[in-house]
């Protein structure tokens, strides 16, 4: 079984459909999700980690960084189209309220204000969730801005597609495991790791990067997260490219 970020209908699960056909589930949070696969409730999970335009998605950074550990064993990029749904028979003019995910939105906004500038907008939980609350006949909101597949499960029309500001924004999703038997390497792995400091002094990131330079280690990407344990204190996520069969990786 396989868990996603959810509910049906989000961007996760169309990645998620990308990636296989295999039973699966939805789960409320990404904590949720991760949670699970430690848990053994499910085999797997699916999970945002990166947007081309927004960056890191801070909960799957810091629930990967806490807790029991957990592999990535495969990635998933898809291209992020965007669609406002509505009730069947809603005209733009009646588009006063809008509902949909931060990410979404920061990602729409331009569009928005210069084809509803009457409308306002609510942030929510996931954009699968705003498409769901807007088909309810009863619902305040008249607009959710989502994947094509949430507007087709909840029966909306699409009024408008592919609003998104950047039509080239990618977000990259992963699929964890409890540690175990990795898949073998490709030629084209990356690998995801937590550095943390032993103790902050100047210099002691630097440190940790000597490590990977000093084997010819290519970053792909780094963030710097906070610890939750006192302000000022932080690990780094980091993106390298190899498989961790490698011996320069190991």
Known sequence: MIGYF??????THQALLTLTDAESTPLATVARVLDAVRAGEIESGLVPIENSVEGGVSATLDNLAA?????????????????????????????????????AYAQTRDWIDQNLTWATVTEGGSTAAAAAAVADPDSTFDGAICARVAADLYGLD???????????AVTRFVLVRRPGELP????????????????DHSGALLEILQQFAM??????????????KAFGEYCFSIDAEGHIGEPRMR
């Open 67 to 103: 807790g029991t550990p957990l592999v990535i064993v495969a990635e998933v990029l898809l291209p992020v189209s965007f669609v406002l749904a509505v009730r069947p028979g809603t005209r733009a003019e009646d588009v006063k309220r809008i509902l949909t995910h931060p990410h």
């Open 215 to 228: 084997r010819g280690v290519n970053l792909t990407r780094i963030e710097s997260r906070p610890t939750k």
């Open 6 to 11: 959810g509910p049906a209908g989000t961007f």
């Open 158 to 168: 699409c009024l408008a597609t592919d609003i998104a500001d950047n039509p080239d």
């Open 184 to 199: 073998a390497p490709t030629g084209a792995d990356k690998t995801t790791r937590v550095a943390w400091m032993h103790t």
